[in-house]
């Protein structure tokens, strides 16, 4: 299916808001603008296996050389393209004319039509402001003289996509406002139903919940092998494996209040709507790089290679709304609940119940920090800093270990019947020694 289709398609069957389908690439239209490119550019004599000549290593004889650069000035509101021919010669013939091969002569004759406006341009549209500026360097002997073509229908074309992006970037930064505002919404919410000191609380309902998602990684991965942002499809896929999970486990029930479903259809909602913004925001681009790319193969032109770092930090173009909202889903939202993973000690794995924070600021549980002490390893096992042996009563955090008794009341509880068992046992075979079971034989 050609490009063309699968954009119109995406954007009339995929769920796209009407609003935004305004604001897209008009692709069609953008390649009508090419072929009235080409006609000018065939109006005016520039052939496009000349252009692609100079545009590529400019056309050199013994005495002349004439290369083509194609740019673009980028300004406040606006963004032009030129076609800027220069002419270099060396020697001059007895009458004082230059010395030119065929195709050398014939791009100057058709220059000098240029220049002279003789060409008879119907087929151009509007040319009142159609005056190539001509600017003549002399160098010494040589001569140089440079040629900048302003091109009407092109002008058309990089006019009309930079005023499209324009129009991306600000519906993009009203949608991230928007989810933004709806994550923080949910946020407040949660947060007042999930504090620990209530009577009914959905705190652990919700630590499962956001843990499934992280793991879901859902629209970023963290693997090794795979690392970075996922395609439209992955995400899609990953998400739906989400939620059919949540489903599967009948977790909406375990909520002790009501607003914590509706809580929960939000968030699901949120993601929905990060999921199109994203496939919305993937199949522009394409649509942007797949025209600009159509540009250059129909005229030769190197818009492909120069408009891009025009539009290179551009917010549309920029960073994927995947980038920004997950970054506000995890600090705005996620983080709300705290997870057991970011309170485990470095070595045993564990929740850290009666957490040392070092002096380096790295924290351990104090079963672990008393073993490195007997075996009198010094250096912290993360940064290895000399810290362990000086560490002592007062680098108990005790700040830490309250939040972990409020927090995490299970785990700290079982973490510290752990360690009175091992404790107990490491009395026991100080006194009795090691014993060993009876063997029967």
């Not at 970037?169 to 009203?174: A, F, G, R």
Request: charged fraction near 30%; hydrophobic fraction near 35%; glycine fraction near 2%.
């Amino acid at each position: 299916m050609k490009f063309a289709k699968l954009f119109e398609q995406v954007l009339q069957e995929e769920g796209i808001p009407p609003e935004w389908v305004h604001t897209a690439i008009q692709y069609k239209s953008l390649k009508k603008c090419i072929n009235r490119i080409v006609d000018e550019l065939d109006e005016i004599g520039l052939k496009k296996k000349t252009l692609s000549f100079l545009l590529e290593d400019g056309i050199e004889t013994d005495d002349e050389f004439v290369k083509a650069d194609y740019i673009f000035e980028k300004h406040t509101h606006s963004v032009k393209p030129k076609l800027i021919i220069t002419l270099r010669h060396n020697a001059e013939d007895n009458n004082g004319e230059l010395c030119k091969d065929k195709m050398t002569q014939e791009i100057k004759a058709t220059l000098q039509n240029i220049m002279d406006n003789e060409l008879g341009l119907k087929n151009v549209g509007k040319v009142e402001k159609y005056i190539p500026k001509i600017v003549e360097v002399d160098n010494d002997d040589n001569q140089e003289v440079q040629i900048v073509i302003h091109l009407y229908q092109d002008s058309i074309f990089f006019q009309m996509l930079y005023q499209e992006l324009a129009a991306l970037d600000d519906l993009k930064n009203s949608q991230e406002s928007k989810m933004i505002q709806e994550v923080q919404d949910i946020g407040s919410i949660i947060g007042s139903i999930t504090s620990p000191t209530l009577k009914k609380t959905d705190l652990l309902v919700w630590r499962e919940i956001f843990k499934m998602y992280i793991d879901s990684e859902i629209f970023f991965s963290t693997s090794e092998f795979s690392p970075g942002e996922r395609s439209v499809a992955q995400s899609e896929e990953r998400l739906e494996l989400f939620f059919r999970r949540i489903k599967e486990k009948n977790m909406l029930k375990e909520f002790h209040h009501k607003v914590s479903v509706e809580c929960f259809n939000n968030f699901y909602k949120v993601n929905i709507h990060l999921l199109k913004a994203l496939q919305f925001q993937t199949f522009n681009k394409m649509a942007i790089f797949k025209i600009l790319k159509k540009f250059d193969k129909q005229t030769s032109l190197k818009g492909a290679s120069g408009f891009p770092k025009l539009i290179e930090h551009d917010p549309f173009i920029k960073e994927s709304f995947a980038h920004t909202m997950c970054a506000v889903i995890s600090s705005r939202l996620l983080n709300i609940i705290p997870q057991l993973d970011d309170y485990t000690c470095p070595i045993c794995c564990s929740v850290t119940f009666k957490p040392i924070r070092l002096d380096c600021g790295h924290v351990f549980c104090v079963r672990c920090l008393v073993k490195m002490q007997r075996k009198r390893q010094d250096n912290c096992p993360l940064c290895r800093e000399k810290v362990v042996m000086r560490a002592d009563e007062h680098n108990l955090d005790l700040a830490r270990l309250e939040y972990l008794k409020l927090y995490f009341p299970k785990e700290t509880k079982a973490k510290q019947l752990e360690t009175e068992k091992e404790i107990a046992k490491e009395q026991f075979e100080a006194i009795y020694g090691d014993q060993q079971r009876c063997i029967i034989q």
